[in-house]
């Protein structure tokens, strides 16, 4: 196949092979980085909590009738008791909050109790010693904190642990070049030996600006005795459904001073998870969705001219048959043109698609498009073309060659 | 002659019923997708009090100096939020025209009909100026005087919804409240003021929030009955007293702070004070650093803070691009269209029909296009902006609405860019000579 005289025929349609490759250019740009905020998002998505997520269910209670401190102690021990024999609970424990919950307290680590020159900043998670057993967490060394040690904080009081347990990776960064067990850190006014260090243990955000330290978590020996507190309760394998049941009826039994939401008060996990991540699974739909219709539409765009072409050429096709040329001749000429004018258009397409990632890059802080979404890009909109150009181009080739001696 | 065009114009179309089909569809979707994408993003990006944003203005003092940053991604901005001492200190000072600290509250309420059970209900703690500052609209009565603010008066506004449960919806002033156990008097009763985003605070709301605005009370009066702040509390050191007490002490920043401040002339006199108010703080050996101070206005603040959530943009910017993409091809199959019809062009040329008429002739057709791709874009943006809670976050999604302006945008948008994807093709169409075409035929 020469491809002079492709070029030669496509000189007399400037603009209809000018609007083609803008539309493909046009459709590699904003498809590609779709696509990388969608491959982001889902990536995002998958990023493990370190914790067993299977059978955990998480309980909102907050006190009625503003109880003191004391008061909130043993209601909070009556309570941890009561799910405790809850037939299916297997173990139980009460905290400020948990991996993807959005919401807890952050706080800065250092080596030293001046807090403007901590060296990370950390999630702190009230814990107690079922902590580790109830969220499936897996110690790598050290230990787990003893029943004596889990200390009582009044509702704004201040933590100052001796003891906590950390995730590798805050240890990682607190200790790069030696072991931190045993070693002190400060996340108040005076030291926390490190007891235990845990694998892995998410904070509780899934927000970008604090995916820095999205696996730096502390552990903190305490029941804090506040009149909002969540309970996490791990289920026997294959009871959860059952605790979910019953876990509100028989708290409400035990005392009916307490608010737990009737909509988002008793929560599986695979719940939480959902709401954690509904935005980002929401955009990774909106982008794929506006994939799937631009490349729709520019298939049915490429049809359409083709289309047009076939039909204006009907006379000349048939020159070209009658002078000899088979339907292979044919076909593999609209083919040739198509991939001429796609080839063109991903060319100007690749540009422009870095070119957008590079601003959604200055404006938004996106990451660098990988050159495999733009090679991938390109490979999927040369196919699109000739996929699209195909149909026309067999009408085409059926043109017979006695279509040369009609008039149009 | 116009009736003539569109009765030509509709032949046209019919005659090839899948190409305009097609044409139809990829505008409505085009329109569809960048008009939802739009009206979200309008309704997260406005100016939430247009007469008066570029007067408001947010002090910020940096108390914490360079080491309170971690990181220089923030432009080396100081904290954004006020520790007690120096909201204090500037309330005293009282250099704006209107000023107010404030902070966020989440007290529990006991409603006067004894069957109902307590219910908890949001606010701030505000000063007198707050209501003046902000031009918040009242259904009965009014906010509090500047006595009520120094002699810590309990008194309270509340908002229309909270009056509605509480009390039907009648004029409530004088009534009293009790609010964590206290007798309040209720002195005024918004009408339905909740502002998007909560612009006066966005350091404790996030700008964007479903939490609701129900009561607003003198702040030294919650300072001194010690009501805890329901917002965020940012520590650059452990406060060295437990307690509420012991964070108004500390230098933890937890209070918004807004100052209105109506020509150049006041806001270059209150940078000076600011300045001179960190220098003298200085001089007394509080800091050791530079002066980094700003005083932005209402605009440059919630741009500052990211009030603006950045999938709204990104999501913007790719709709608007599907919708030039959705465009140009439509350009494309509007020329193929006309190209095909140069014979005709040919005979009317010939007949004598001038170039213009050409142009009228073929841009209403493509009008026709756009108009009816842009109504059933309409039907497509009023199916986005109802299925948009299920992609983009509820407090977001549930602001976006269809209303008359947007209506208008959307057809407008669709007939005027069908009507510029037509032109080419048009002046394509008008530019064959007729001899030639009757020539070949």
């Not at chain 1, 498009?369 to 090679?375: P, R, S």
């Not at chain 2, 350091?203 to 605005?213: A, I, K, L, S, Y």
């Amino acid at each position: 196949m020469q491809i002079g005289p492709v070029l030669a025929a496509l000189r007399h349609h400037k603009a209809g092979t000018l609007l083609i490759a803008v539309q493909i250019a046009l459709t590699l740009a904003i498809v590609c980085n779709a696509l990388f905020i969608v491959h982001a998002r889902l990536a995002r998505l998958s990023q493990p909590t370190g914790i067993d997520e299977s059978s955990l269910l998480v309980i909102g209670n907050e006190w009625a009738g503003k109880p003191n401190a004391d008061q909130m102690a043993s209601l909070m021990a009556a309570d941890l008791d009561t799910l405790r024999r809850v037939p299916g609970v297997a173990n139980v424990y009460a905290t400020n909050s948990f991996p993807l919950s959005n919401g807890g307290s952050a706080m800065g680590v250092g080596h030293s109790p001046d807090k403007l020159k901590y060296v990370t900043s950390a999630a702190a998670y009230y814990a107690d010693e079922n902590t580790l057993s109830t969220l499936g967490l897996k110690l790598v060394a050290g230990r787990n904190f003893n029943a004596n040690e889990i200390g009582l904080l009044d509702g704004k009081a201040y933590v100052h642990p001796a003891v906590v347990i950390l995730t590798r990776a805050l240890a990682m960064q607190m200790f790069p070049h030696e072991p931190a067990l045993g070693k002190p850190v400060y996340i108040s006014a005076s030291p926390s030996i490190v007891i235990g260090i845990v694998d892995r243990l998410r904070t509780p955000w899934v927000d970008n600006s604090m995916a820095k330290w999205a696996d730096s978590s502390v552990l903190v020996p305490y029941r804090r005795l506040t009149p909002v507190t969540q309970y996490v309760v791990r289920a026997q394998p294959g009871r959860l459904g059952d605790v979910r049941d019953h876990v509100r009826a028989a708290l409400y039994a035990a005392n009916r001073m307490r608010v737990i939401s009737a909509k988002d008060g008793v929560r599986t996990f695979a719940q939480v998870r959902e709401a954690a991540y509904r935005d980002d699974r929401g955009m990774a739909i909106l982008m794929s969705g506006i994939s799937v219709v631009l490349l729709l539409v520019t298939g049915a765009g490429i049809v359409g001219l083709s289309s047009f072409w076939v039909g204006q050429r009907r006379k000349q096709i048939g020159v070209r048959r009658a002078l000899g040329a088979t339907r292979h001749d044919i076909l593999r000429y609209f083919l040739t043109e198509n991939l001429l004018i796609a080839a063109a258009g991903v060319a100007i397409g690749g540009v422009l698609a870095i070119g957008l990632n590079l601003w959604l890059m200055r404006q938004f802080e996106m990451d660098r498009l990988g050159i495999g979404y733009v090679l991938g890009g390109v490979a999927a909109l040369l196919l699109l073309g000739q996929g699209a150009v195909l149909a026309p181009a067999l009408r085409a080739s059926r043109v017979p060659p006695v279509e040369a001696t009609r008039s149009v | 002659m116009l009736g003539y065009y569109l009765d030509l114009a509709i032949r046209s179309l019919k005659r090839s019923p899948g190409l305009t089909l097609l044409m139809i569809l990829i505008v409505a979707f085009g329109v569809g997708a960048s008009m939802t994408s739009y009206s979200v993003f309008r309704a997260v990006s406005g100016d939430p009090i247009p007469w008066k944003s570029s007067r408001l203005f947010v002090p910020q003092i940096d108390i914490w100096g360079p080491k309170g940053r971690l990181d220089a991604s923030n432009n080396n901005d100081p904290p954004d939020a006020m520790d007690y001492l120096d909201a204090a200190a500037l309330m005293r000072d009282h250099r704006g025209k209107y000023q107010s600290a404030m902070y966020r509250v989440s007290p529990s309420i006991v409603p006067p009909d004894p069957h109902m059970h307590p219910i908890n209900v949001g606010g701030h703690a505000v000063y007198s100026e707050f209501f003046a500052m902000l031009d918040v609209p009242f259904k009965f009565g009014s906010g509090w005087g500047a006595d009520s603010d120094a002699q810590r008066a309990a008194v309270v506004v509340i908002n229309a919804k909270l009056n509605q449960k509480l009390f039907g919806g009648g004029n409530s002033v004088g009534k009293t409240l009790d609010i964590d156990g206290k007798d309040y008097r209720i002195v005024g009763v918004l009408d339905n003021w909740t502002p998007k985003p909560v612009y006066y605070d966005v350091v404790n709301t996030g700008g964007f929030t479903t939490d609701q605005e129900d009561v607003f009370l003198p702040f030294t009066r919650a300072i001194d009955v010690g009501m805890p702040n329901d917002g965020n509390t940012n520590c650059a050191e452990v406060p060295k007293t437990p307690g509420f007490v012991g964070l108004q002490q500390s230098p933890c920043v937890w209070i918004s702070y807004m100052v209105e401040l109506d020509d150049k002339a006041a806001v270059s006199a209150y940078k000076n004070y600011l300045d001179g108010y960190f220098n003298d703080q200085k001089a007394s050996g509080r800091f050791n650093w530079p002066l980094n101070n700003r005083l932005r206005d209402l605009p440059a603040w919630l741009a500052s803070e990211h009030v603006v959530p950045s999938d709204t943009k990104v999501s913007l910017v790719v709709a608007l691009g599907l919708l030039v993409a959705c465009l140009v091809n439509t350009a494309g199959l509007l020329l193929a269209k006309f190209l095909r019809r140069s014979a005709e062009i040919g005979v009317r040329r010939a007949l004598g029909a001038p170039r213009m008429a050409i142009y009228t002739q073929f841009l209403i057709e493509a009008g026709m296009v756009g108009f009816t791709g842009g109504l059933l874009g309409l039907l497509l943006t009023w199916v986005g902006i109802h299925g948009i809670g299920w992609v983009l976050p509820k407090e977001i999604a549930s602001l976006a609405r269809v209303d008359l302006g947007l209506l208008a945008l959307t057809l407008l948008v669709a007939v005027a860019a069908t009507m510029l994807a037509g032109l080419y093709p048009t002046f394509r169409a008008s530019r064959v000579q007729p001899a030639l075409q009757l020539k070949t035929n």
